[in-house]
């Protein structure tokens, strides 16, 4: 079992790395996107950013698994608590009032607040087939990270408070909405994925969006667990279960 890295590491790939070392894991840090004619043996599992796996991943064998792009459009409004539509960006062209807009699993389209449909990146720089995340602004207390694998929390961390990058461990409280999401909903996910948590100014819980784990930062989530995973989210192709079949990016 090897854990391939890209040519530059974010703090969460770096406590990751050493993480994997303490195991006995082999480290494979790649030096561009190209990958080498003498591949590792055995199993191959990756943590790097959308575009490296996107290069990387079929010449590796390895299977990035994903939410489902319109996943969290389609929770249920007590998960939610917002209004939230997955459109082509060419629909949200005509938004007329300010909206959170995103790419539902990567970076294509910035998270941001944009104030109506004419500030989002045009047809000339974006497909206007490509899909986004169309929500309600809300204002978020605190956000948590958790880690689920199997259908269960394993670990999590907070890493904002009002906005703000602030870390802390994980909460009972946000671990249990996790839990609930999970029993609710857990049939939904990949067997290995990462979820964000929010607490709004009312003092209610709802989901932010889903996140793929082997791109994730894990904050101060425990990273044995963490890296677990990791490891199970971006693995050998070759043995992908029947029901992550379905969430192969």
């Known amino acids: 079992m090897t854990l ?15 993480t994997a070392e303490r195991r006995g894991l082999p480290i494979l840090q ?11 043996d ?5 943590h790097a950013g959308p575009s490296f796996a996107d290069a990387v991943a079929p010449a590796l064998g390895i299977a990035p698994l994903e939410a489902p792009a319109d996943w969290l459009a389609g929770l249920p409004d007590a998960f939610v608590r917002r209004e939230i539509r997955a459109v082509p960006i060419r629909e949200a062209y005509a ?14 389209i910035p998270a941001l607040v944009y104030a109506d449909g004419s500030r989002l990146p045009g047809p000339d720089a974006v497909d206007p087939e490509t899909v986004v995340l169309v929500s309600d ?17 394993r670990t999590g961390s ?18 249990a909405f996790g839990a609930d999401l999970l029993a609710a909903a857990g049939h939904t996910l990949p067997s290995a994925i990462v ?7 009312a003092g209610r819980w709802m989901v932010v969006e889903a996140n793929a784990a082997w791109a994730s930062g894990c904050y101060m989530a425990d990273p044995e667990r963490a890296l677990d995973v990791v ?4 693995g050998p192709a070759a043995l992908l279960t029947e029901r992550d079949a379905a969430f192969v990016r």
């Not at 979820?195 to 100014?201: A, E």
Request: avoid cysteine; charged fraction near 25%.
């Open 195 to 201: 979820v964000d948590v929010g607490l709004d100014d």
């Open 4 to 18: 391939v890295l890209p040519p530059r590491l974010t703090a969460s790939a770096r406590t990751l790395r050493d």
């Open 137 to 153: 602004v809300v204002t978020l207390e605190a956000e948590y990270r958790l880690y689920v694998l199997d259908g269960r929390v």
């Open 42 to 46: 055995g199993g191959v599992h990756l």
């Open 30 to 40: 790649l030096t561009g996107h190209t990958v080498p004619a003498d591949r590792p």
């Open 158 to 175: 907070r890493y904002a408070d009002s906005g703000r990058l602030a870390l802390a461990p994980l909460s009972a409280s946000a671990e």
């Open 95 to 108: 938004l007329r009032r300010p909206a959170f807009v995103k790419s539902p699993n990567d970076k294509g």
């Open 231 to 234: 490891l199970r989210s971006a």
